[in-house]
């Protein structure tokens, strides 16, 4: 029976809430929240996918698209058009959700290959879009000026209030996605991943379910990416190109794709690895992340995640 | 709802199937009685298996009618047809070998208990009421299949047998009235073809039709109420265990010739 | 000089066009040889060509090799290069699907492209064109010689790969396994080596692609993505695994690619090819040659 312990998910809220006073007074961490705000924004965005991919076994590769989509909408909205960042960031999941529906009823018919394709092909476009559409976005040199957040006159405006305000954001997606996933839309969503036959006669709409967790996954990755236009204040097209959505792969291979805590394992490791531990390779981490996909695929294919059920195994042989 | 309630759970009239020039069925026409066990046995590449996903929704016939409860059913989507209340098991076992025994039967229940993508994901306090009902459901049907017992392994690490026990037990999670089993009997050893024809009966015996491809002549001749024969699309004759085994245009066709077909 | 006219104008967009779907024709065929016998989509082809152009560059320029011995030597490492992604890569996968497949091949694409950055940085590189580039002239357009190499050597591969899978023992054994890998087993194929033989096969393709269009469009470490994934829509257009539908639809592509830059938008160039790879997906994912009723039985 798939469970997902109460426990280590208590512990993590802990450990999340109490962690900027460890990383004061630990001595050389201190800049780790800021980093923990990355992973937290990359993690909304695994834990869509890995509903996407692991579970229901329907690839993309363009979700860096909808992480784009939040953080422009919420760019122009709020620079050029002065509205609300909070509307602005709903509506940008309007927007994420009507375009996922949009390319996810002719995509997700596809299969393999076919949707691998597809959703790669759709993320570089919007990437072009990004590009040429200047008026709007301002073309490759990107936007600035775009806004903090804040809620009632109380400003969003120091790492640790950001901190706190993304994890909220993230610990609430996560709950969410825990109970979809041991419910009975978790199961329908399993059950196309086994068999799409099997799943059609038992009365599961497959087409529908396909396409609701596409548009689930669009929508955190669209809230991801107003987080991140409201943190840092300025965006540009390459934080949204091909590479990212190959870096969310990367990210749910690596901490397991079969498991929810994967999506975290792994967006906390890439967290790391590209802002902290890879600083000496600069722009040759690439390698790395190609080798790290490799090894996981040949040697691990369930990801970090994965090694407690082979510990397991080897201990009861 | 004024519709007609016939005697017949299900009426095929002239069904013809046609995959480019190959024609699959030809004019088809049968009638499955409500609370009976209809058997359709035929040769390899007779079209047992086209009928079946015919009627099942997989395919959409060429032309002519298949009618449930006197609904029209030959255009809906395999997973409307499952909601109308006809279910089925498949040939090559096709289980979510990803869950649990229980939870496959609990899939099944999908159709009949319902709880939103949204609803689920803020656990409404219903939502937990329908999972624990779900669950009791799901428990009920592994009782009354038998293998109760093994509701917490995992479906892959059934043996054959019970395998197909469990996907007959998944199909009567969705509620069906009609329920399609798919050659239930093929693959297994002798105690195991019992306990299937068994369970088969006492299927029929809580008011659930069944229609049933298989080519175990033995279960066939025992367990069904009317049969038909199928051979390369038409039917070729079609009554009760007794008529079928002495009608010689039957043996010619499938019970003379017939041995070699164990694929 | 002769006058620019609309319809010169036109033939222009359609000789580049022919140029560059040549190029997308060979990524093309190159994804279906693998395909053919393994059913895996490569993502890493596109640097196959990369590689090629890199390294001819290397060889040619840095080297100083004649072109004669710069031009197979390429072809040679390239190869290699396609050896090893199948050694390193695919074959030492224990349970393949679609989707380790894809994502093990990813992987090997931007190991390649961090390897090619290292190597070259990030420049975009010249390579003088094989027989100068005096430019002919007709009906208006101007044509370089070197379109013509291009359109030859991709005359040149299709001969050639006819006569490898229709007159040669290894080239049967091949297409024996395309369509049949367990019945190719039995008859004493070996499997292994004829989806290593694709890998090196696909990689010698990929290689003059990227020889042959670097002194048209320079080279560079990051081109290799792009060049798949037009190099797939080609794929898709034609019918996945079908050699003619491949050349077709490299063609075609090539010719939306250059008529769309030129009269709608020329930001929207990469965009034009996508836009086409989408909606063939989406209305007819058989292709224009592919048979509908074999794409259903397709294993993925």
């Given at each position: 029976?798939?469970?997902?312990?109460?426990?280590?998910?208590?512990f993590?809220?802990?450990?999340?809430i109490?962690f900027?006073w460890?990383?004061?007074?630990?001595?050389g961490?201190?800049?780790?929240?800021?980093l923990?705000?990355?992973a937290?924004?990359y993690?909304l965005?695994?834990?869509?996918?890995?509903?996407l991919l692991?579970?229901?076994?329907?690839i993309s590769?363009g979700q860096?698209?909808?992480?784009?989509?939040?953080?422009?909408?919420?760019?122009?909205?709020t620079?050029?058009?002065?509205?609300?960042?909070?509307l602005?960031?709903?509506?940008g999941?309007?927007?994420?959700?009507?375009?996922?529906?949009m390319?996810?009823?002719?995509?997700l018919k596809l299969?393999?290959?076919y949707?691998a394709?597809?959703?790669l092909?759709?993320?570089i476009?919007?990437?072009?879009?990004f590009?040429?559409?200047?008026?709007?976005?301002?073309?490759?040199?990107g936007m600035?000026?775009?806004?903090?957040?804040?809620?009632f006159?109380?400003n969003?405006?120091?790492?640790?209030?950001y901190?706190y305000?993304?994890?909220?954001?993230?610990?609430?997606?996560?709950?969410?996605?825990?109970?979809?996933?041991?419910s009975?839309?978790?199961?329908?969503?399993?059950?196309?991943?086994?068999?799409?036959?099997a799943?059609?006669?038992?009365?599961?709409?497959?087409?529908?379910f396909?396409?609701?967790?596409?548009?689930y996954?669009?929508?955190l990755a669209?809230?991801a990416g107003?987080?991140?236009?409201?943190r840092?204040?300025?965006?540009?097209p390459?934080t949204?190109d091909?590479f990212?959505?190959?870096?969310l792969?990367?990210m749910?291979?690596l901490g397991?794709?079969?498991?929810?805590?994967?999506?975290i394992?792994?967006?906390?490791?890439?967290?790391?690895?590209?802002?902290?531990?890879l600083h000496?390779?600069?722009?040759?981490?690439?390698i790395?992340?190609g080798?790290i996909?490799l090894l996981?695929?040949?040697?691990?294919?369930?990801?970090?995640?994965?090694?407690?059920?082979?510990?397991?195994?080897?201990l009861?042989? | 709802?004024n519709?007609?309630?016939?005697?017949n759970?299900?009426?095929?009239?002239?069904?013809?199937m046609?995959f480019?020039g190959?024609?699959?069925?030809?004019?088809l026409?049968f009638?499955?009685?409500?609370?009976t066990?209809?058997?359709?046995?035929?040769?390899?590449?007779a079209?047992k298996?086209?009928?079946?996903?015919?009627?099942?929704g997989?395919?959409s016939?060429?032309?002519?009618?298949v009618?449930?409860n006197?609904?029209s059913?030959?255009?809906l989507k395999?997973h409307?047809i499952?909601?109308l209340?006809i279910?089925?098991?498949f040939?090559?076992?096709?289980?979510f070998?990803?869950?649990?025994?229980l939870?496959?039967v609990?899939?099944g229940?999908h159709t009949r208990?319902k709880?939103?993508?949204i609803?689920s994901?803020?656990?409404?306090?219903q939502?937990?009421?329908?999972?624990?009902q779900?669950?009791?459901k799901?428990?009920?049907?592994?009782e009354?299949?038998?293998i109760a017992?093994?509701?917490n392994e995992?479906?892959?690490?059934?043996?054959l047998g019970?395998?197909?026990?469990?996907?007959?037990?998944?199909?009567?999670?969705?509620?069906?009235e009609l329920?399609?089993?798919d050659?239930?009997a093929?693959?297994?050893?002798?105690?195991?073809?019992?306990?299937?024809?068994?369970?088969?009966r006492r299927?029929?015996?809580?008011?659930?039709?069944?229609?049933?491809?298989?080519?175990?002549?033995?279960?066939v001749?025992d367990?069904?109420?009317d049969?038909?024969?199928?051979?390369?699309?038409?039917?070729?004759?079609e009554?009760?265990?007794?008529?079928?085994?002495n009608?010689?245009?039957?043996?010619e066709a499938y019970?003379?010739?017939g041995?070699?077909?164990?694929? | 000089?002769e006058?620019i006219?609309?319809?010169s104008?036109?033939?222009?967009?359609?000789?580049?066009?022919l140029?560059?779907?040549?190029?997308?024709a060979m990524v093309?065929i190159?994804?279906?040889?693998?395909?053919?016998v393994?059913?895996?989509i490569n993502?890493?082809?596109?640097?196959?060509?990369m590689l090629?152009?890199?390294?001819?560059v290397?060889?040619h320029?840095a080297?100083?090799?004649?072109?004669?011995?710069a031009?197979?030597?390429?072809?040679i490492l390239?190869t290699?290069?396609?050896?090893l992604?199948?050694?390193?890569?695919?074959?030492?996968?224990r349970?393949p699907?679609?989707l380790t497949?894809?994502i093990a091949?990813?992987g090997a694409?931007?190991?390649?492209?961090?390897?090619?950055?290292f190597i070259?940085?990030?420049?975009p590189f010249?390579?003088?064109a094989?027989?100068?580039r005096?430019?002919i002239h007709?009906?208006?357009?101007?044509?370089?010689?070197q379109?013509?190499?291009v359109?030859?050597?991709?005359?040149?591969?299709v001969i050639?790969l006819t006569?490898?899978f229709?007159?040669?023992?290894?080239?049967?054994a091949m297409?024996?396994?395309?369509?049949n890998?367990?019945?190719?087993?039995?008859?004493?194929?070996?499997?292994k080596?004829?989806?290593?033989?694709?890998?090196?096969?696909?990689a010698?393709?990929?290689a003059?692609a990227?020889?042959?269009i670097?002194?048209?469009?320079?080279m560079?470490y990051d081109?290799?993505?792009?060049?798949a994934?037009?190099?797939?829509?080609?794929?898709?257009?034609?019918?996945?695994?079908?050699?003619?539908?491949?050349?077709l639809g490299?063609l075609?592509l090539?010719?939306i690619e250059?008529?769309?830059?030129?009269?709608?938008h020329?930001?929207?160039?990469?965009?034009?090819?996508?836009i086409?790879?989408?909606?063939v997906?989406?209305?007819?994912?058989?292709?224009?040659?592919g048979?509908?009723?074999?794409?259903?039985?397709k294993r993925?």
């Amino acid at each position: 029976m798939l469970r997902i312990g109460k426990l280590p998910i208590t512990f993590f809220a802990l450990f999340i809430i109490v962690f900027p006073w460890i990383a004061r007074v630990i001595p050389g961490i201190g800049h780790y929240p800021d980093l923990l705000i990355f992973a937290g924004i990359y993690c909304l965005m695994t834990m869509g996918l890995s509903l996407l991919l692991g579970y229901t076994g329907q690839i993309s590769l363009g979700q860096a698209a909808f992480y784009g989509i939040g953080a422009y909408v919420s760019a122009i909205l709020t620079t050029t058009y002065g509205l609300n960042p909070w509307l602005c960031m709903i509506i940008g999941m309007i927007v994420a959700a009507i375009v996922a529906i949009m390319v996810g009823v002719p995509a997700l018919k596809l299969r393999g290959h076919y949707l691998a394709m597809a959703t790669l092909a759709f993320g570089i476009i919007v990437f072009i879009i990004f590009n040429e559409e200047v008026e709007w976005t301002g073309g490759p040199d990107g936007m600035s000026g775009i806004p903090g957040l804040s809620v009632f006159g109380f400003n969003f405006d120091t790492t640790e209030k950001y901190y706190y305000l993304v994890w909220f954001f993230v610990y609430a997606a996560f709950i969410f996605t825990i109970n979809v996933i041991q419910s009975r839309s978790g199961r329908a969503l399993r059950a196309i991943h086994a068999s799409e036959a099997a799943s059609n006669a038992m009365g599961i709409d497959v087409s529908r379910f396909k396409i609701m967790v596409f548009v689930y996954s669009a929508i955190l990755a669209s809230l991801a990416g107003s987080l991140y236009a409201h943190r840092l204040n300025f965006i540009n097209p390459t934080t949204f190109d091909l590479f990212f959505s190959i870096k969310l792969l990367i990210m749910i291979a690596l901490g397991g794709m079969h498991d929810i805590w994967g999506a975290i394992i792994g967006a906390f490791l890439i967290t790391f690895l590209s802002f902290e531990w890879l600083h000496f390779f600069g722009e040759f981490e690439v390698i790395v992340y190609g080798v790290i996909l490799l090894l996981i695929i040949i040697f691990l294919p369930h990801g970090l995640a994965g090694i407690p059920h082979i510990v397991k195994g080897w201990l009861r042989r | 709802m004024n519709e007609k309630r016939t005697e017949n759970i299900l009426e095929v009239e002239e069904v013809i199937m046609a995959f480019g020039g190959l024609v699959a069925l030809i004019n088809l026409d049968f009638q499955v009685q409500h609370h009976t066990i209809k058997a359709i046995i035929g040769p390899n590449g007779a079209g047992k298996t086209t009928l079946f996903n015919v009627i099942t929704g997989s395919f959409s016939p060429t032309e002519g009618t298949v009618r449930f409860n006197g609904k029209s059913i030959e255009n809906l989507k395999a997973h409307e047809i499952a909601k109308l209340g006809i279910s089925r098991t498949f040939q090559t076992i096709e289980l979510f070998t990803n869950m649990t025994v229980l939870e496959n039967v609990m899939v099944g229940c999908h159709t009949r208990i319902k709880s939103s993508f949204i609803a689920s994901g803020l656990r409404l306090p219903q939502v937990k009421r329908k999972e624990e009902q779900m669950r009791s459901k799901a428990m009920d049907i592994l009782e009354f299949v038998g293998i109760a017992d093994k509701y917490n392994e995992s479906a892959d690490s059934l043996p054959l047998g019970e395998r197909k026990i469990l996907e007959i037990g998944r199909a009567l999670a969705t509620e069906p009235e009609l329920v399609c089993l798919d050659e239930p009997a093929s693959g297994l050893n002798e105690t195991e073809t019992q306990a299937a024809a068994d369970l088969i009966r006492r299927i029929k015996d809580k008011g659930v039709t069944v229609w049933l491809v298989e080519h175990d002549m033995k279960v066939v001749m025992d367990i069904a109420d009317d049969i038909m024969v199928l051979n390369y699309g038409e039917k070729s004759a079609e009554g009760p265990p007794l008529e079928i085994q002495n009608n010689p245009k039957v043996s010619e066709a499938y019970l003379g010739g017939g041995e070699e077909n164990n694929a | 000089m002769e006058k620019i006219t609309f319809a010169s104008q036109l033939m222009q967009y359609l000789i580049t066009g022919l140029t560059v779907g040549s190029i997308y024709a060979m990524v093309a065929i190159g994804f279906n040889i693998i395909y053919n016998v393994t059913e895996i989509i490569n993502f890493a082809q596109g640097e196959f060509v990369m590689l090629g152009g890199l390294i001819m560059v290397f060889l040619h320029v840095a080297a100083g090799l004649p072109l004669l011995a710069a031009f197979p030597l390429t072809i040679i490492l390239v190869t290699l290069a396609g050896m090893l992604l199948d050694r390193l890569a695919i074959s030492p996968i224990r349970q393949p699907s679609v989707l380790t497949l894809i994502i093990a091949t990813i992987g090997a694409s931007i190991i390649i492209k961090g390897i090619a950055m290292f190597i070259w940085g990030k420049d975009p590189f010249d390579l003088p064109a094989f027989s100068g580039r005096n430019p002919i002239h007709l009906m208006g357009a101007v044509i370089q010689p070197q379109y013509l190499w291009v359109g030859g050597f991709l005359i040149i591969i299709v001969i050639l790969l006819t006569f490898f899978f229709e007159k040669t023992i290894i080239g049967k054994a091949m297409s024996a396994c395309a369509e049949n890998p367990d019945a190719a087993s039995l008859v004493g194929i070996n499997v292994k080596h004829m989806i290593l033989l694709s890998f090196s096969l696909s990689a010698a393709i990929g290689a003059v692609a990227g020889i042959t269009i670097t002194p048209i469009s320079l080279m560079e470490y990051d081109r290799g993505a792009m060049l798949a994934i037009k190099g797939f829509g080609a794929v898709v257009l034609g019918g996945l695994g079908s050699f003619p539908g491949a050349i077709l639809g490299g063609l075609i592509l090539g010719t939306i690619e250059s008529f769309g830059a030129g009269l709608i938008h020329s930001g929207y160039k990469d965009a034009f090819a996508l836009i086409v790879l989408l909606a063939v997906l989406f209305i007819r994912p058989s292709g224009l040659l592919g048979s509908v009723e074999v794409s259903k039985f397709k294993r993925f």
